[in-house]
Nanobody
Framework: QVQLVESGGGLVQAGGSLRLSCAASGRSFSSVAMGWFRQAPGKEREFVATINWSGGGTYYADSVKGRFTISRDNAKNMVYLQMNSLKPEDTAVYYC?????????????????WGQGTQVTVSS
């Protein structure tokens, strides 16, 4: 059974940092791109960041560029999202997802598997 399990969310003050982790199991995801999305209350799910199969290519939403860093460890089947300089508007449930393709993609329809999400709350 394929599973993506996020961890590392929590409550942090504005300006602080969190590191989200995504553990994949059930199959290897080393050949596909991985991504992070988020959904705030009352809003649609939005793209945050994506990384290609090798880790050599990344792409970020403008709202997080320069503050967030996506990375992966294919040997461990793990994906990470380092979040720095957090803002209250970053508050959301963050989801890890595995794409159908090897290359960076931002559209949610390009993703085949999704985790259950982890809550990130940034207080002002």
């Amino acid at each position: 059974q394929v599973q993506l399990v996020e961890s590392g969310g929590g409550l942090v003050q504005a300006g602080g940092s969190l590191r989200l982790s995504c553990a994949a199991s059930g199959r290897s995801f080393s050949s596909v791109a991985m991504g992070w999305f988020r959904q705030a209350p009352g809003k649609e799910r939005e793209f945050v960041a994506t990384i290609n199969w090798s880790g050599g290519g990344t792409y970020y939403a403008d709202s997080v560029k320069g503050r967030f860093t996506i990375s992966r460890d294919n040997a461990k089947n793990m994906v990470y999202l380092q979040m720095n300089s957090l803002k209250p508007e970053d508050t959301a449930v963050y989801y890890c997802a595995a794409a159908r393709t090897s290359w960076v993609v931002a559209g949610p329809r390009e993703y085949e598997y999704w985790g259950q999400g982890t809550q990130v709350t940034v207080s002002s």
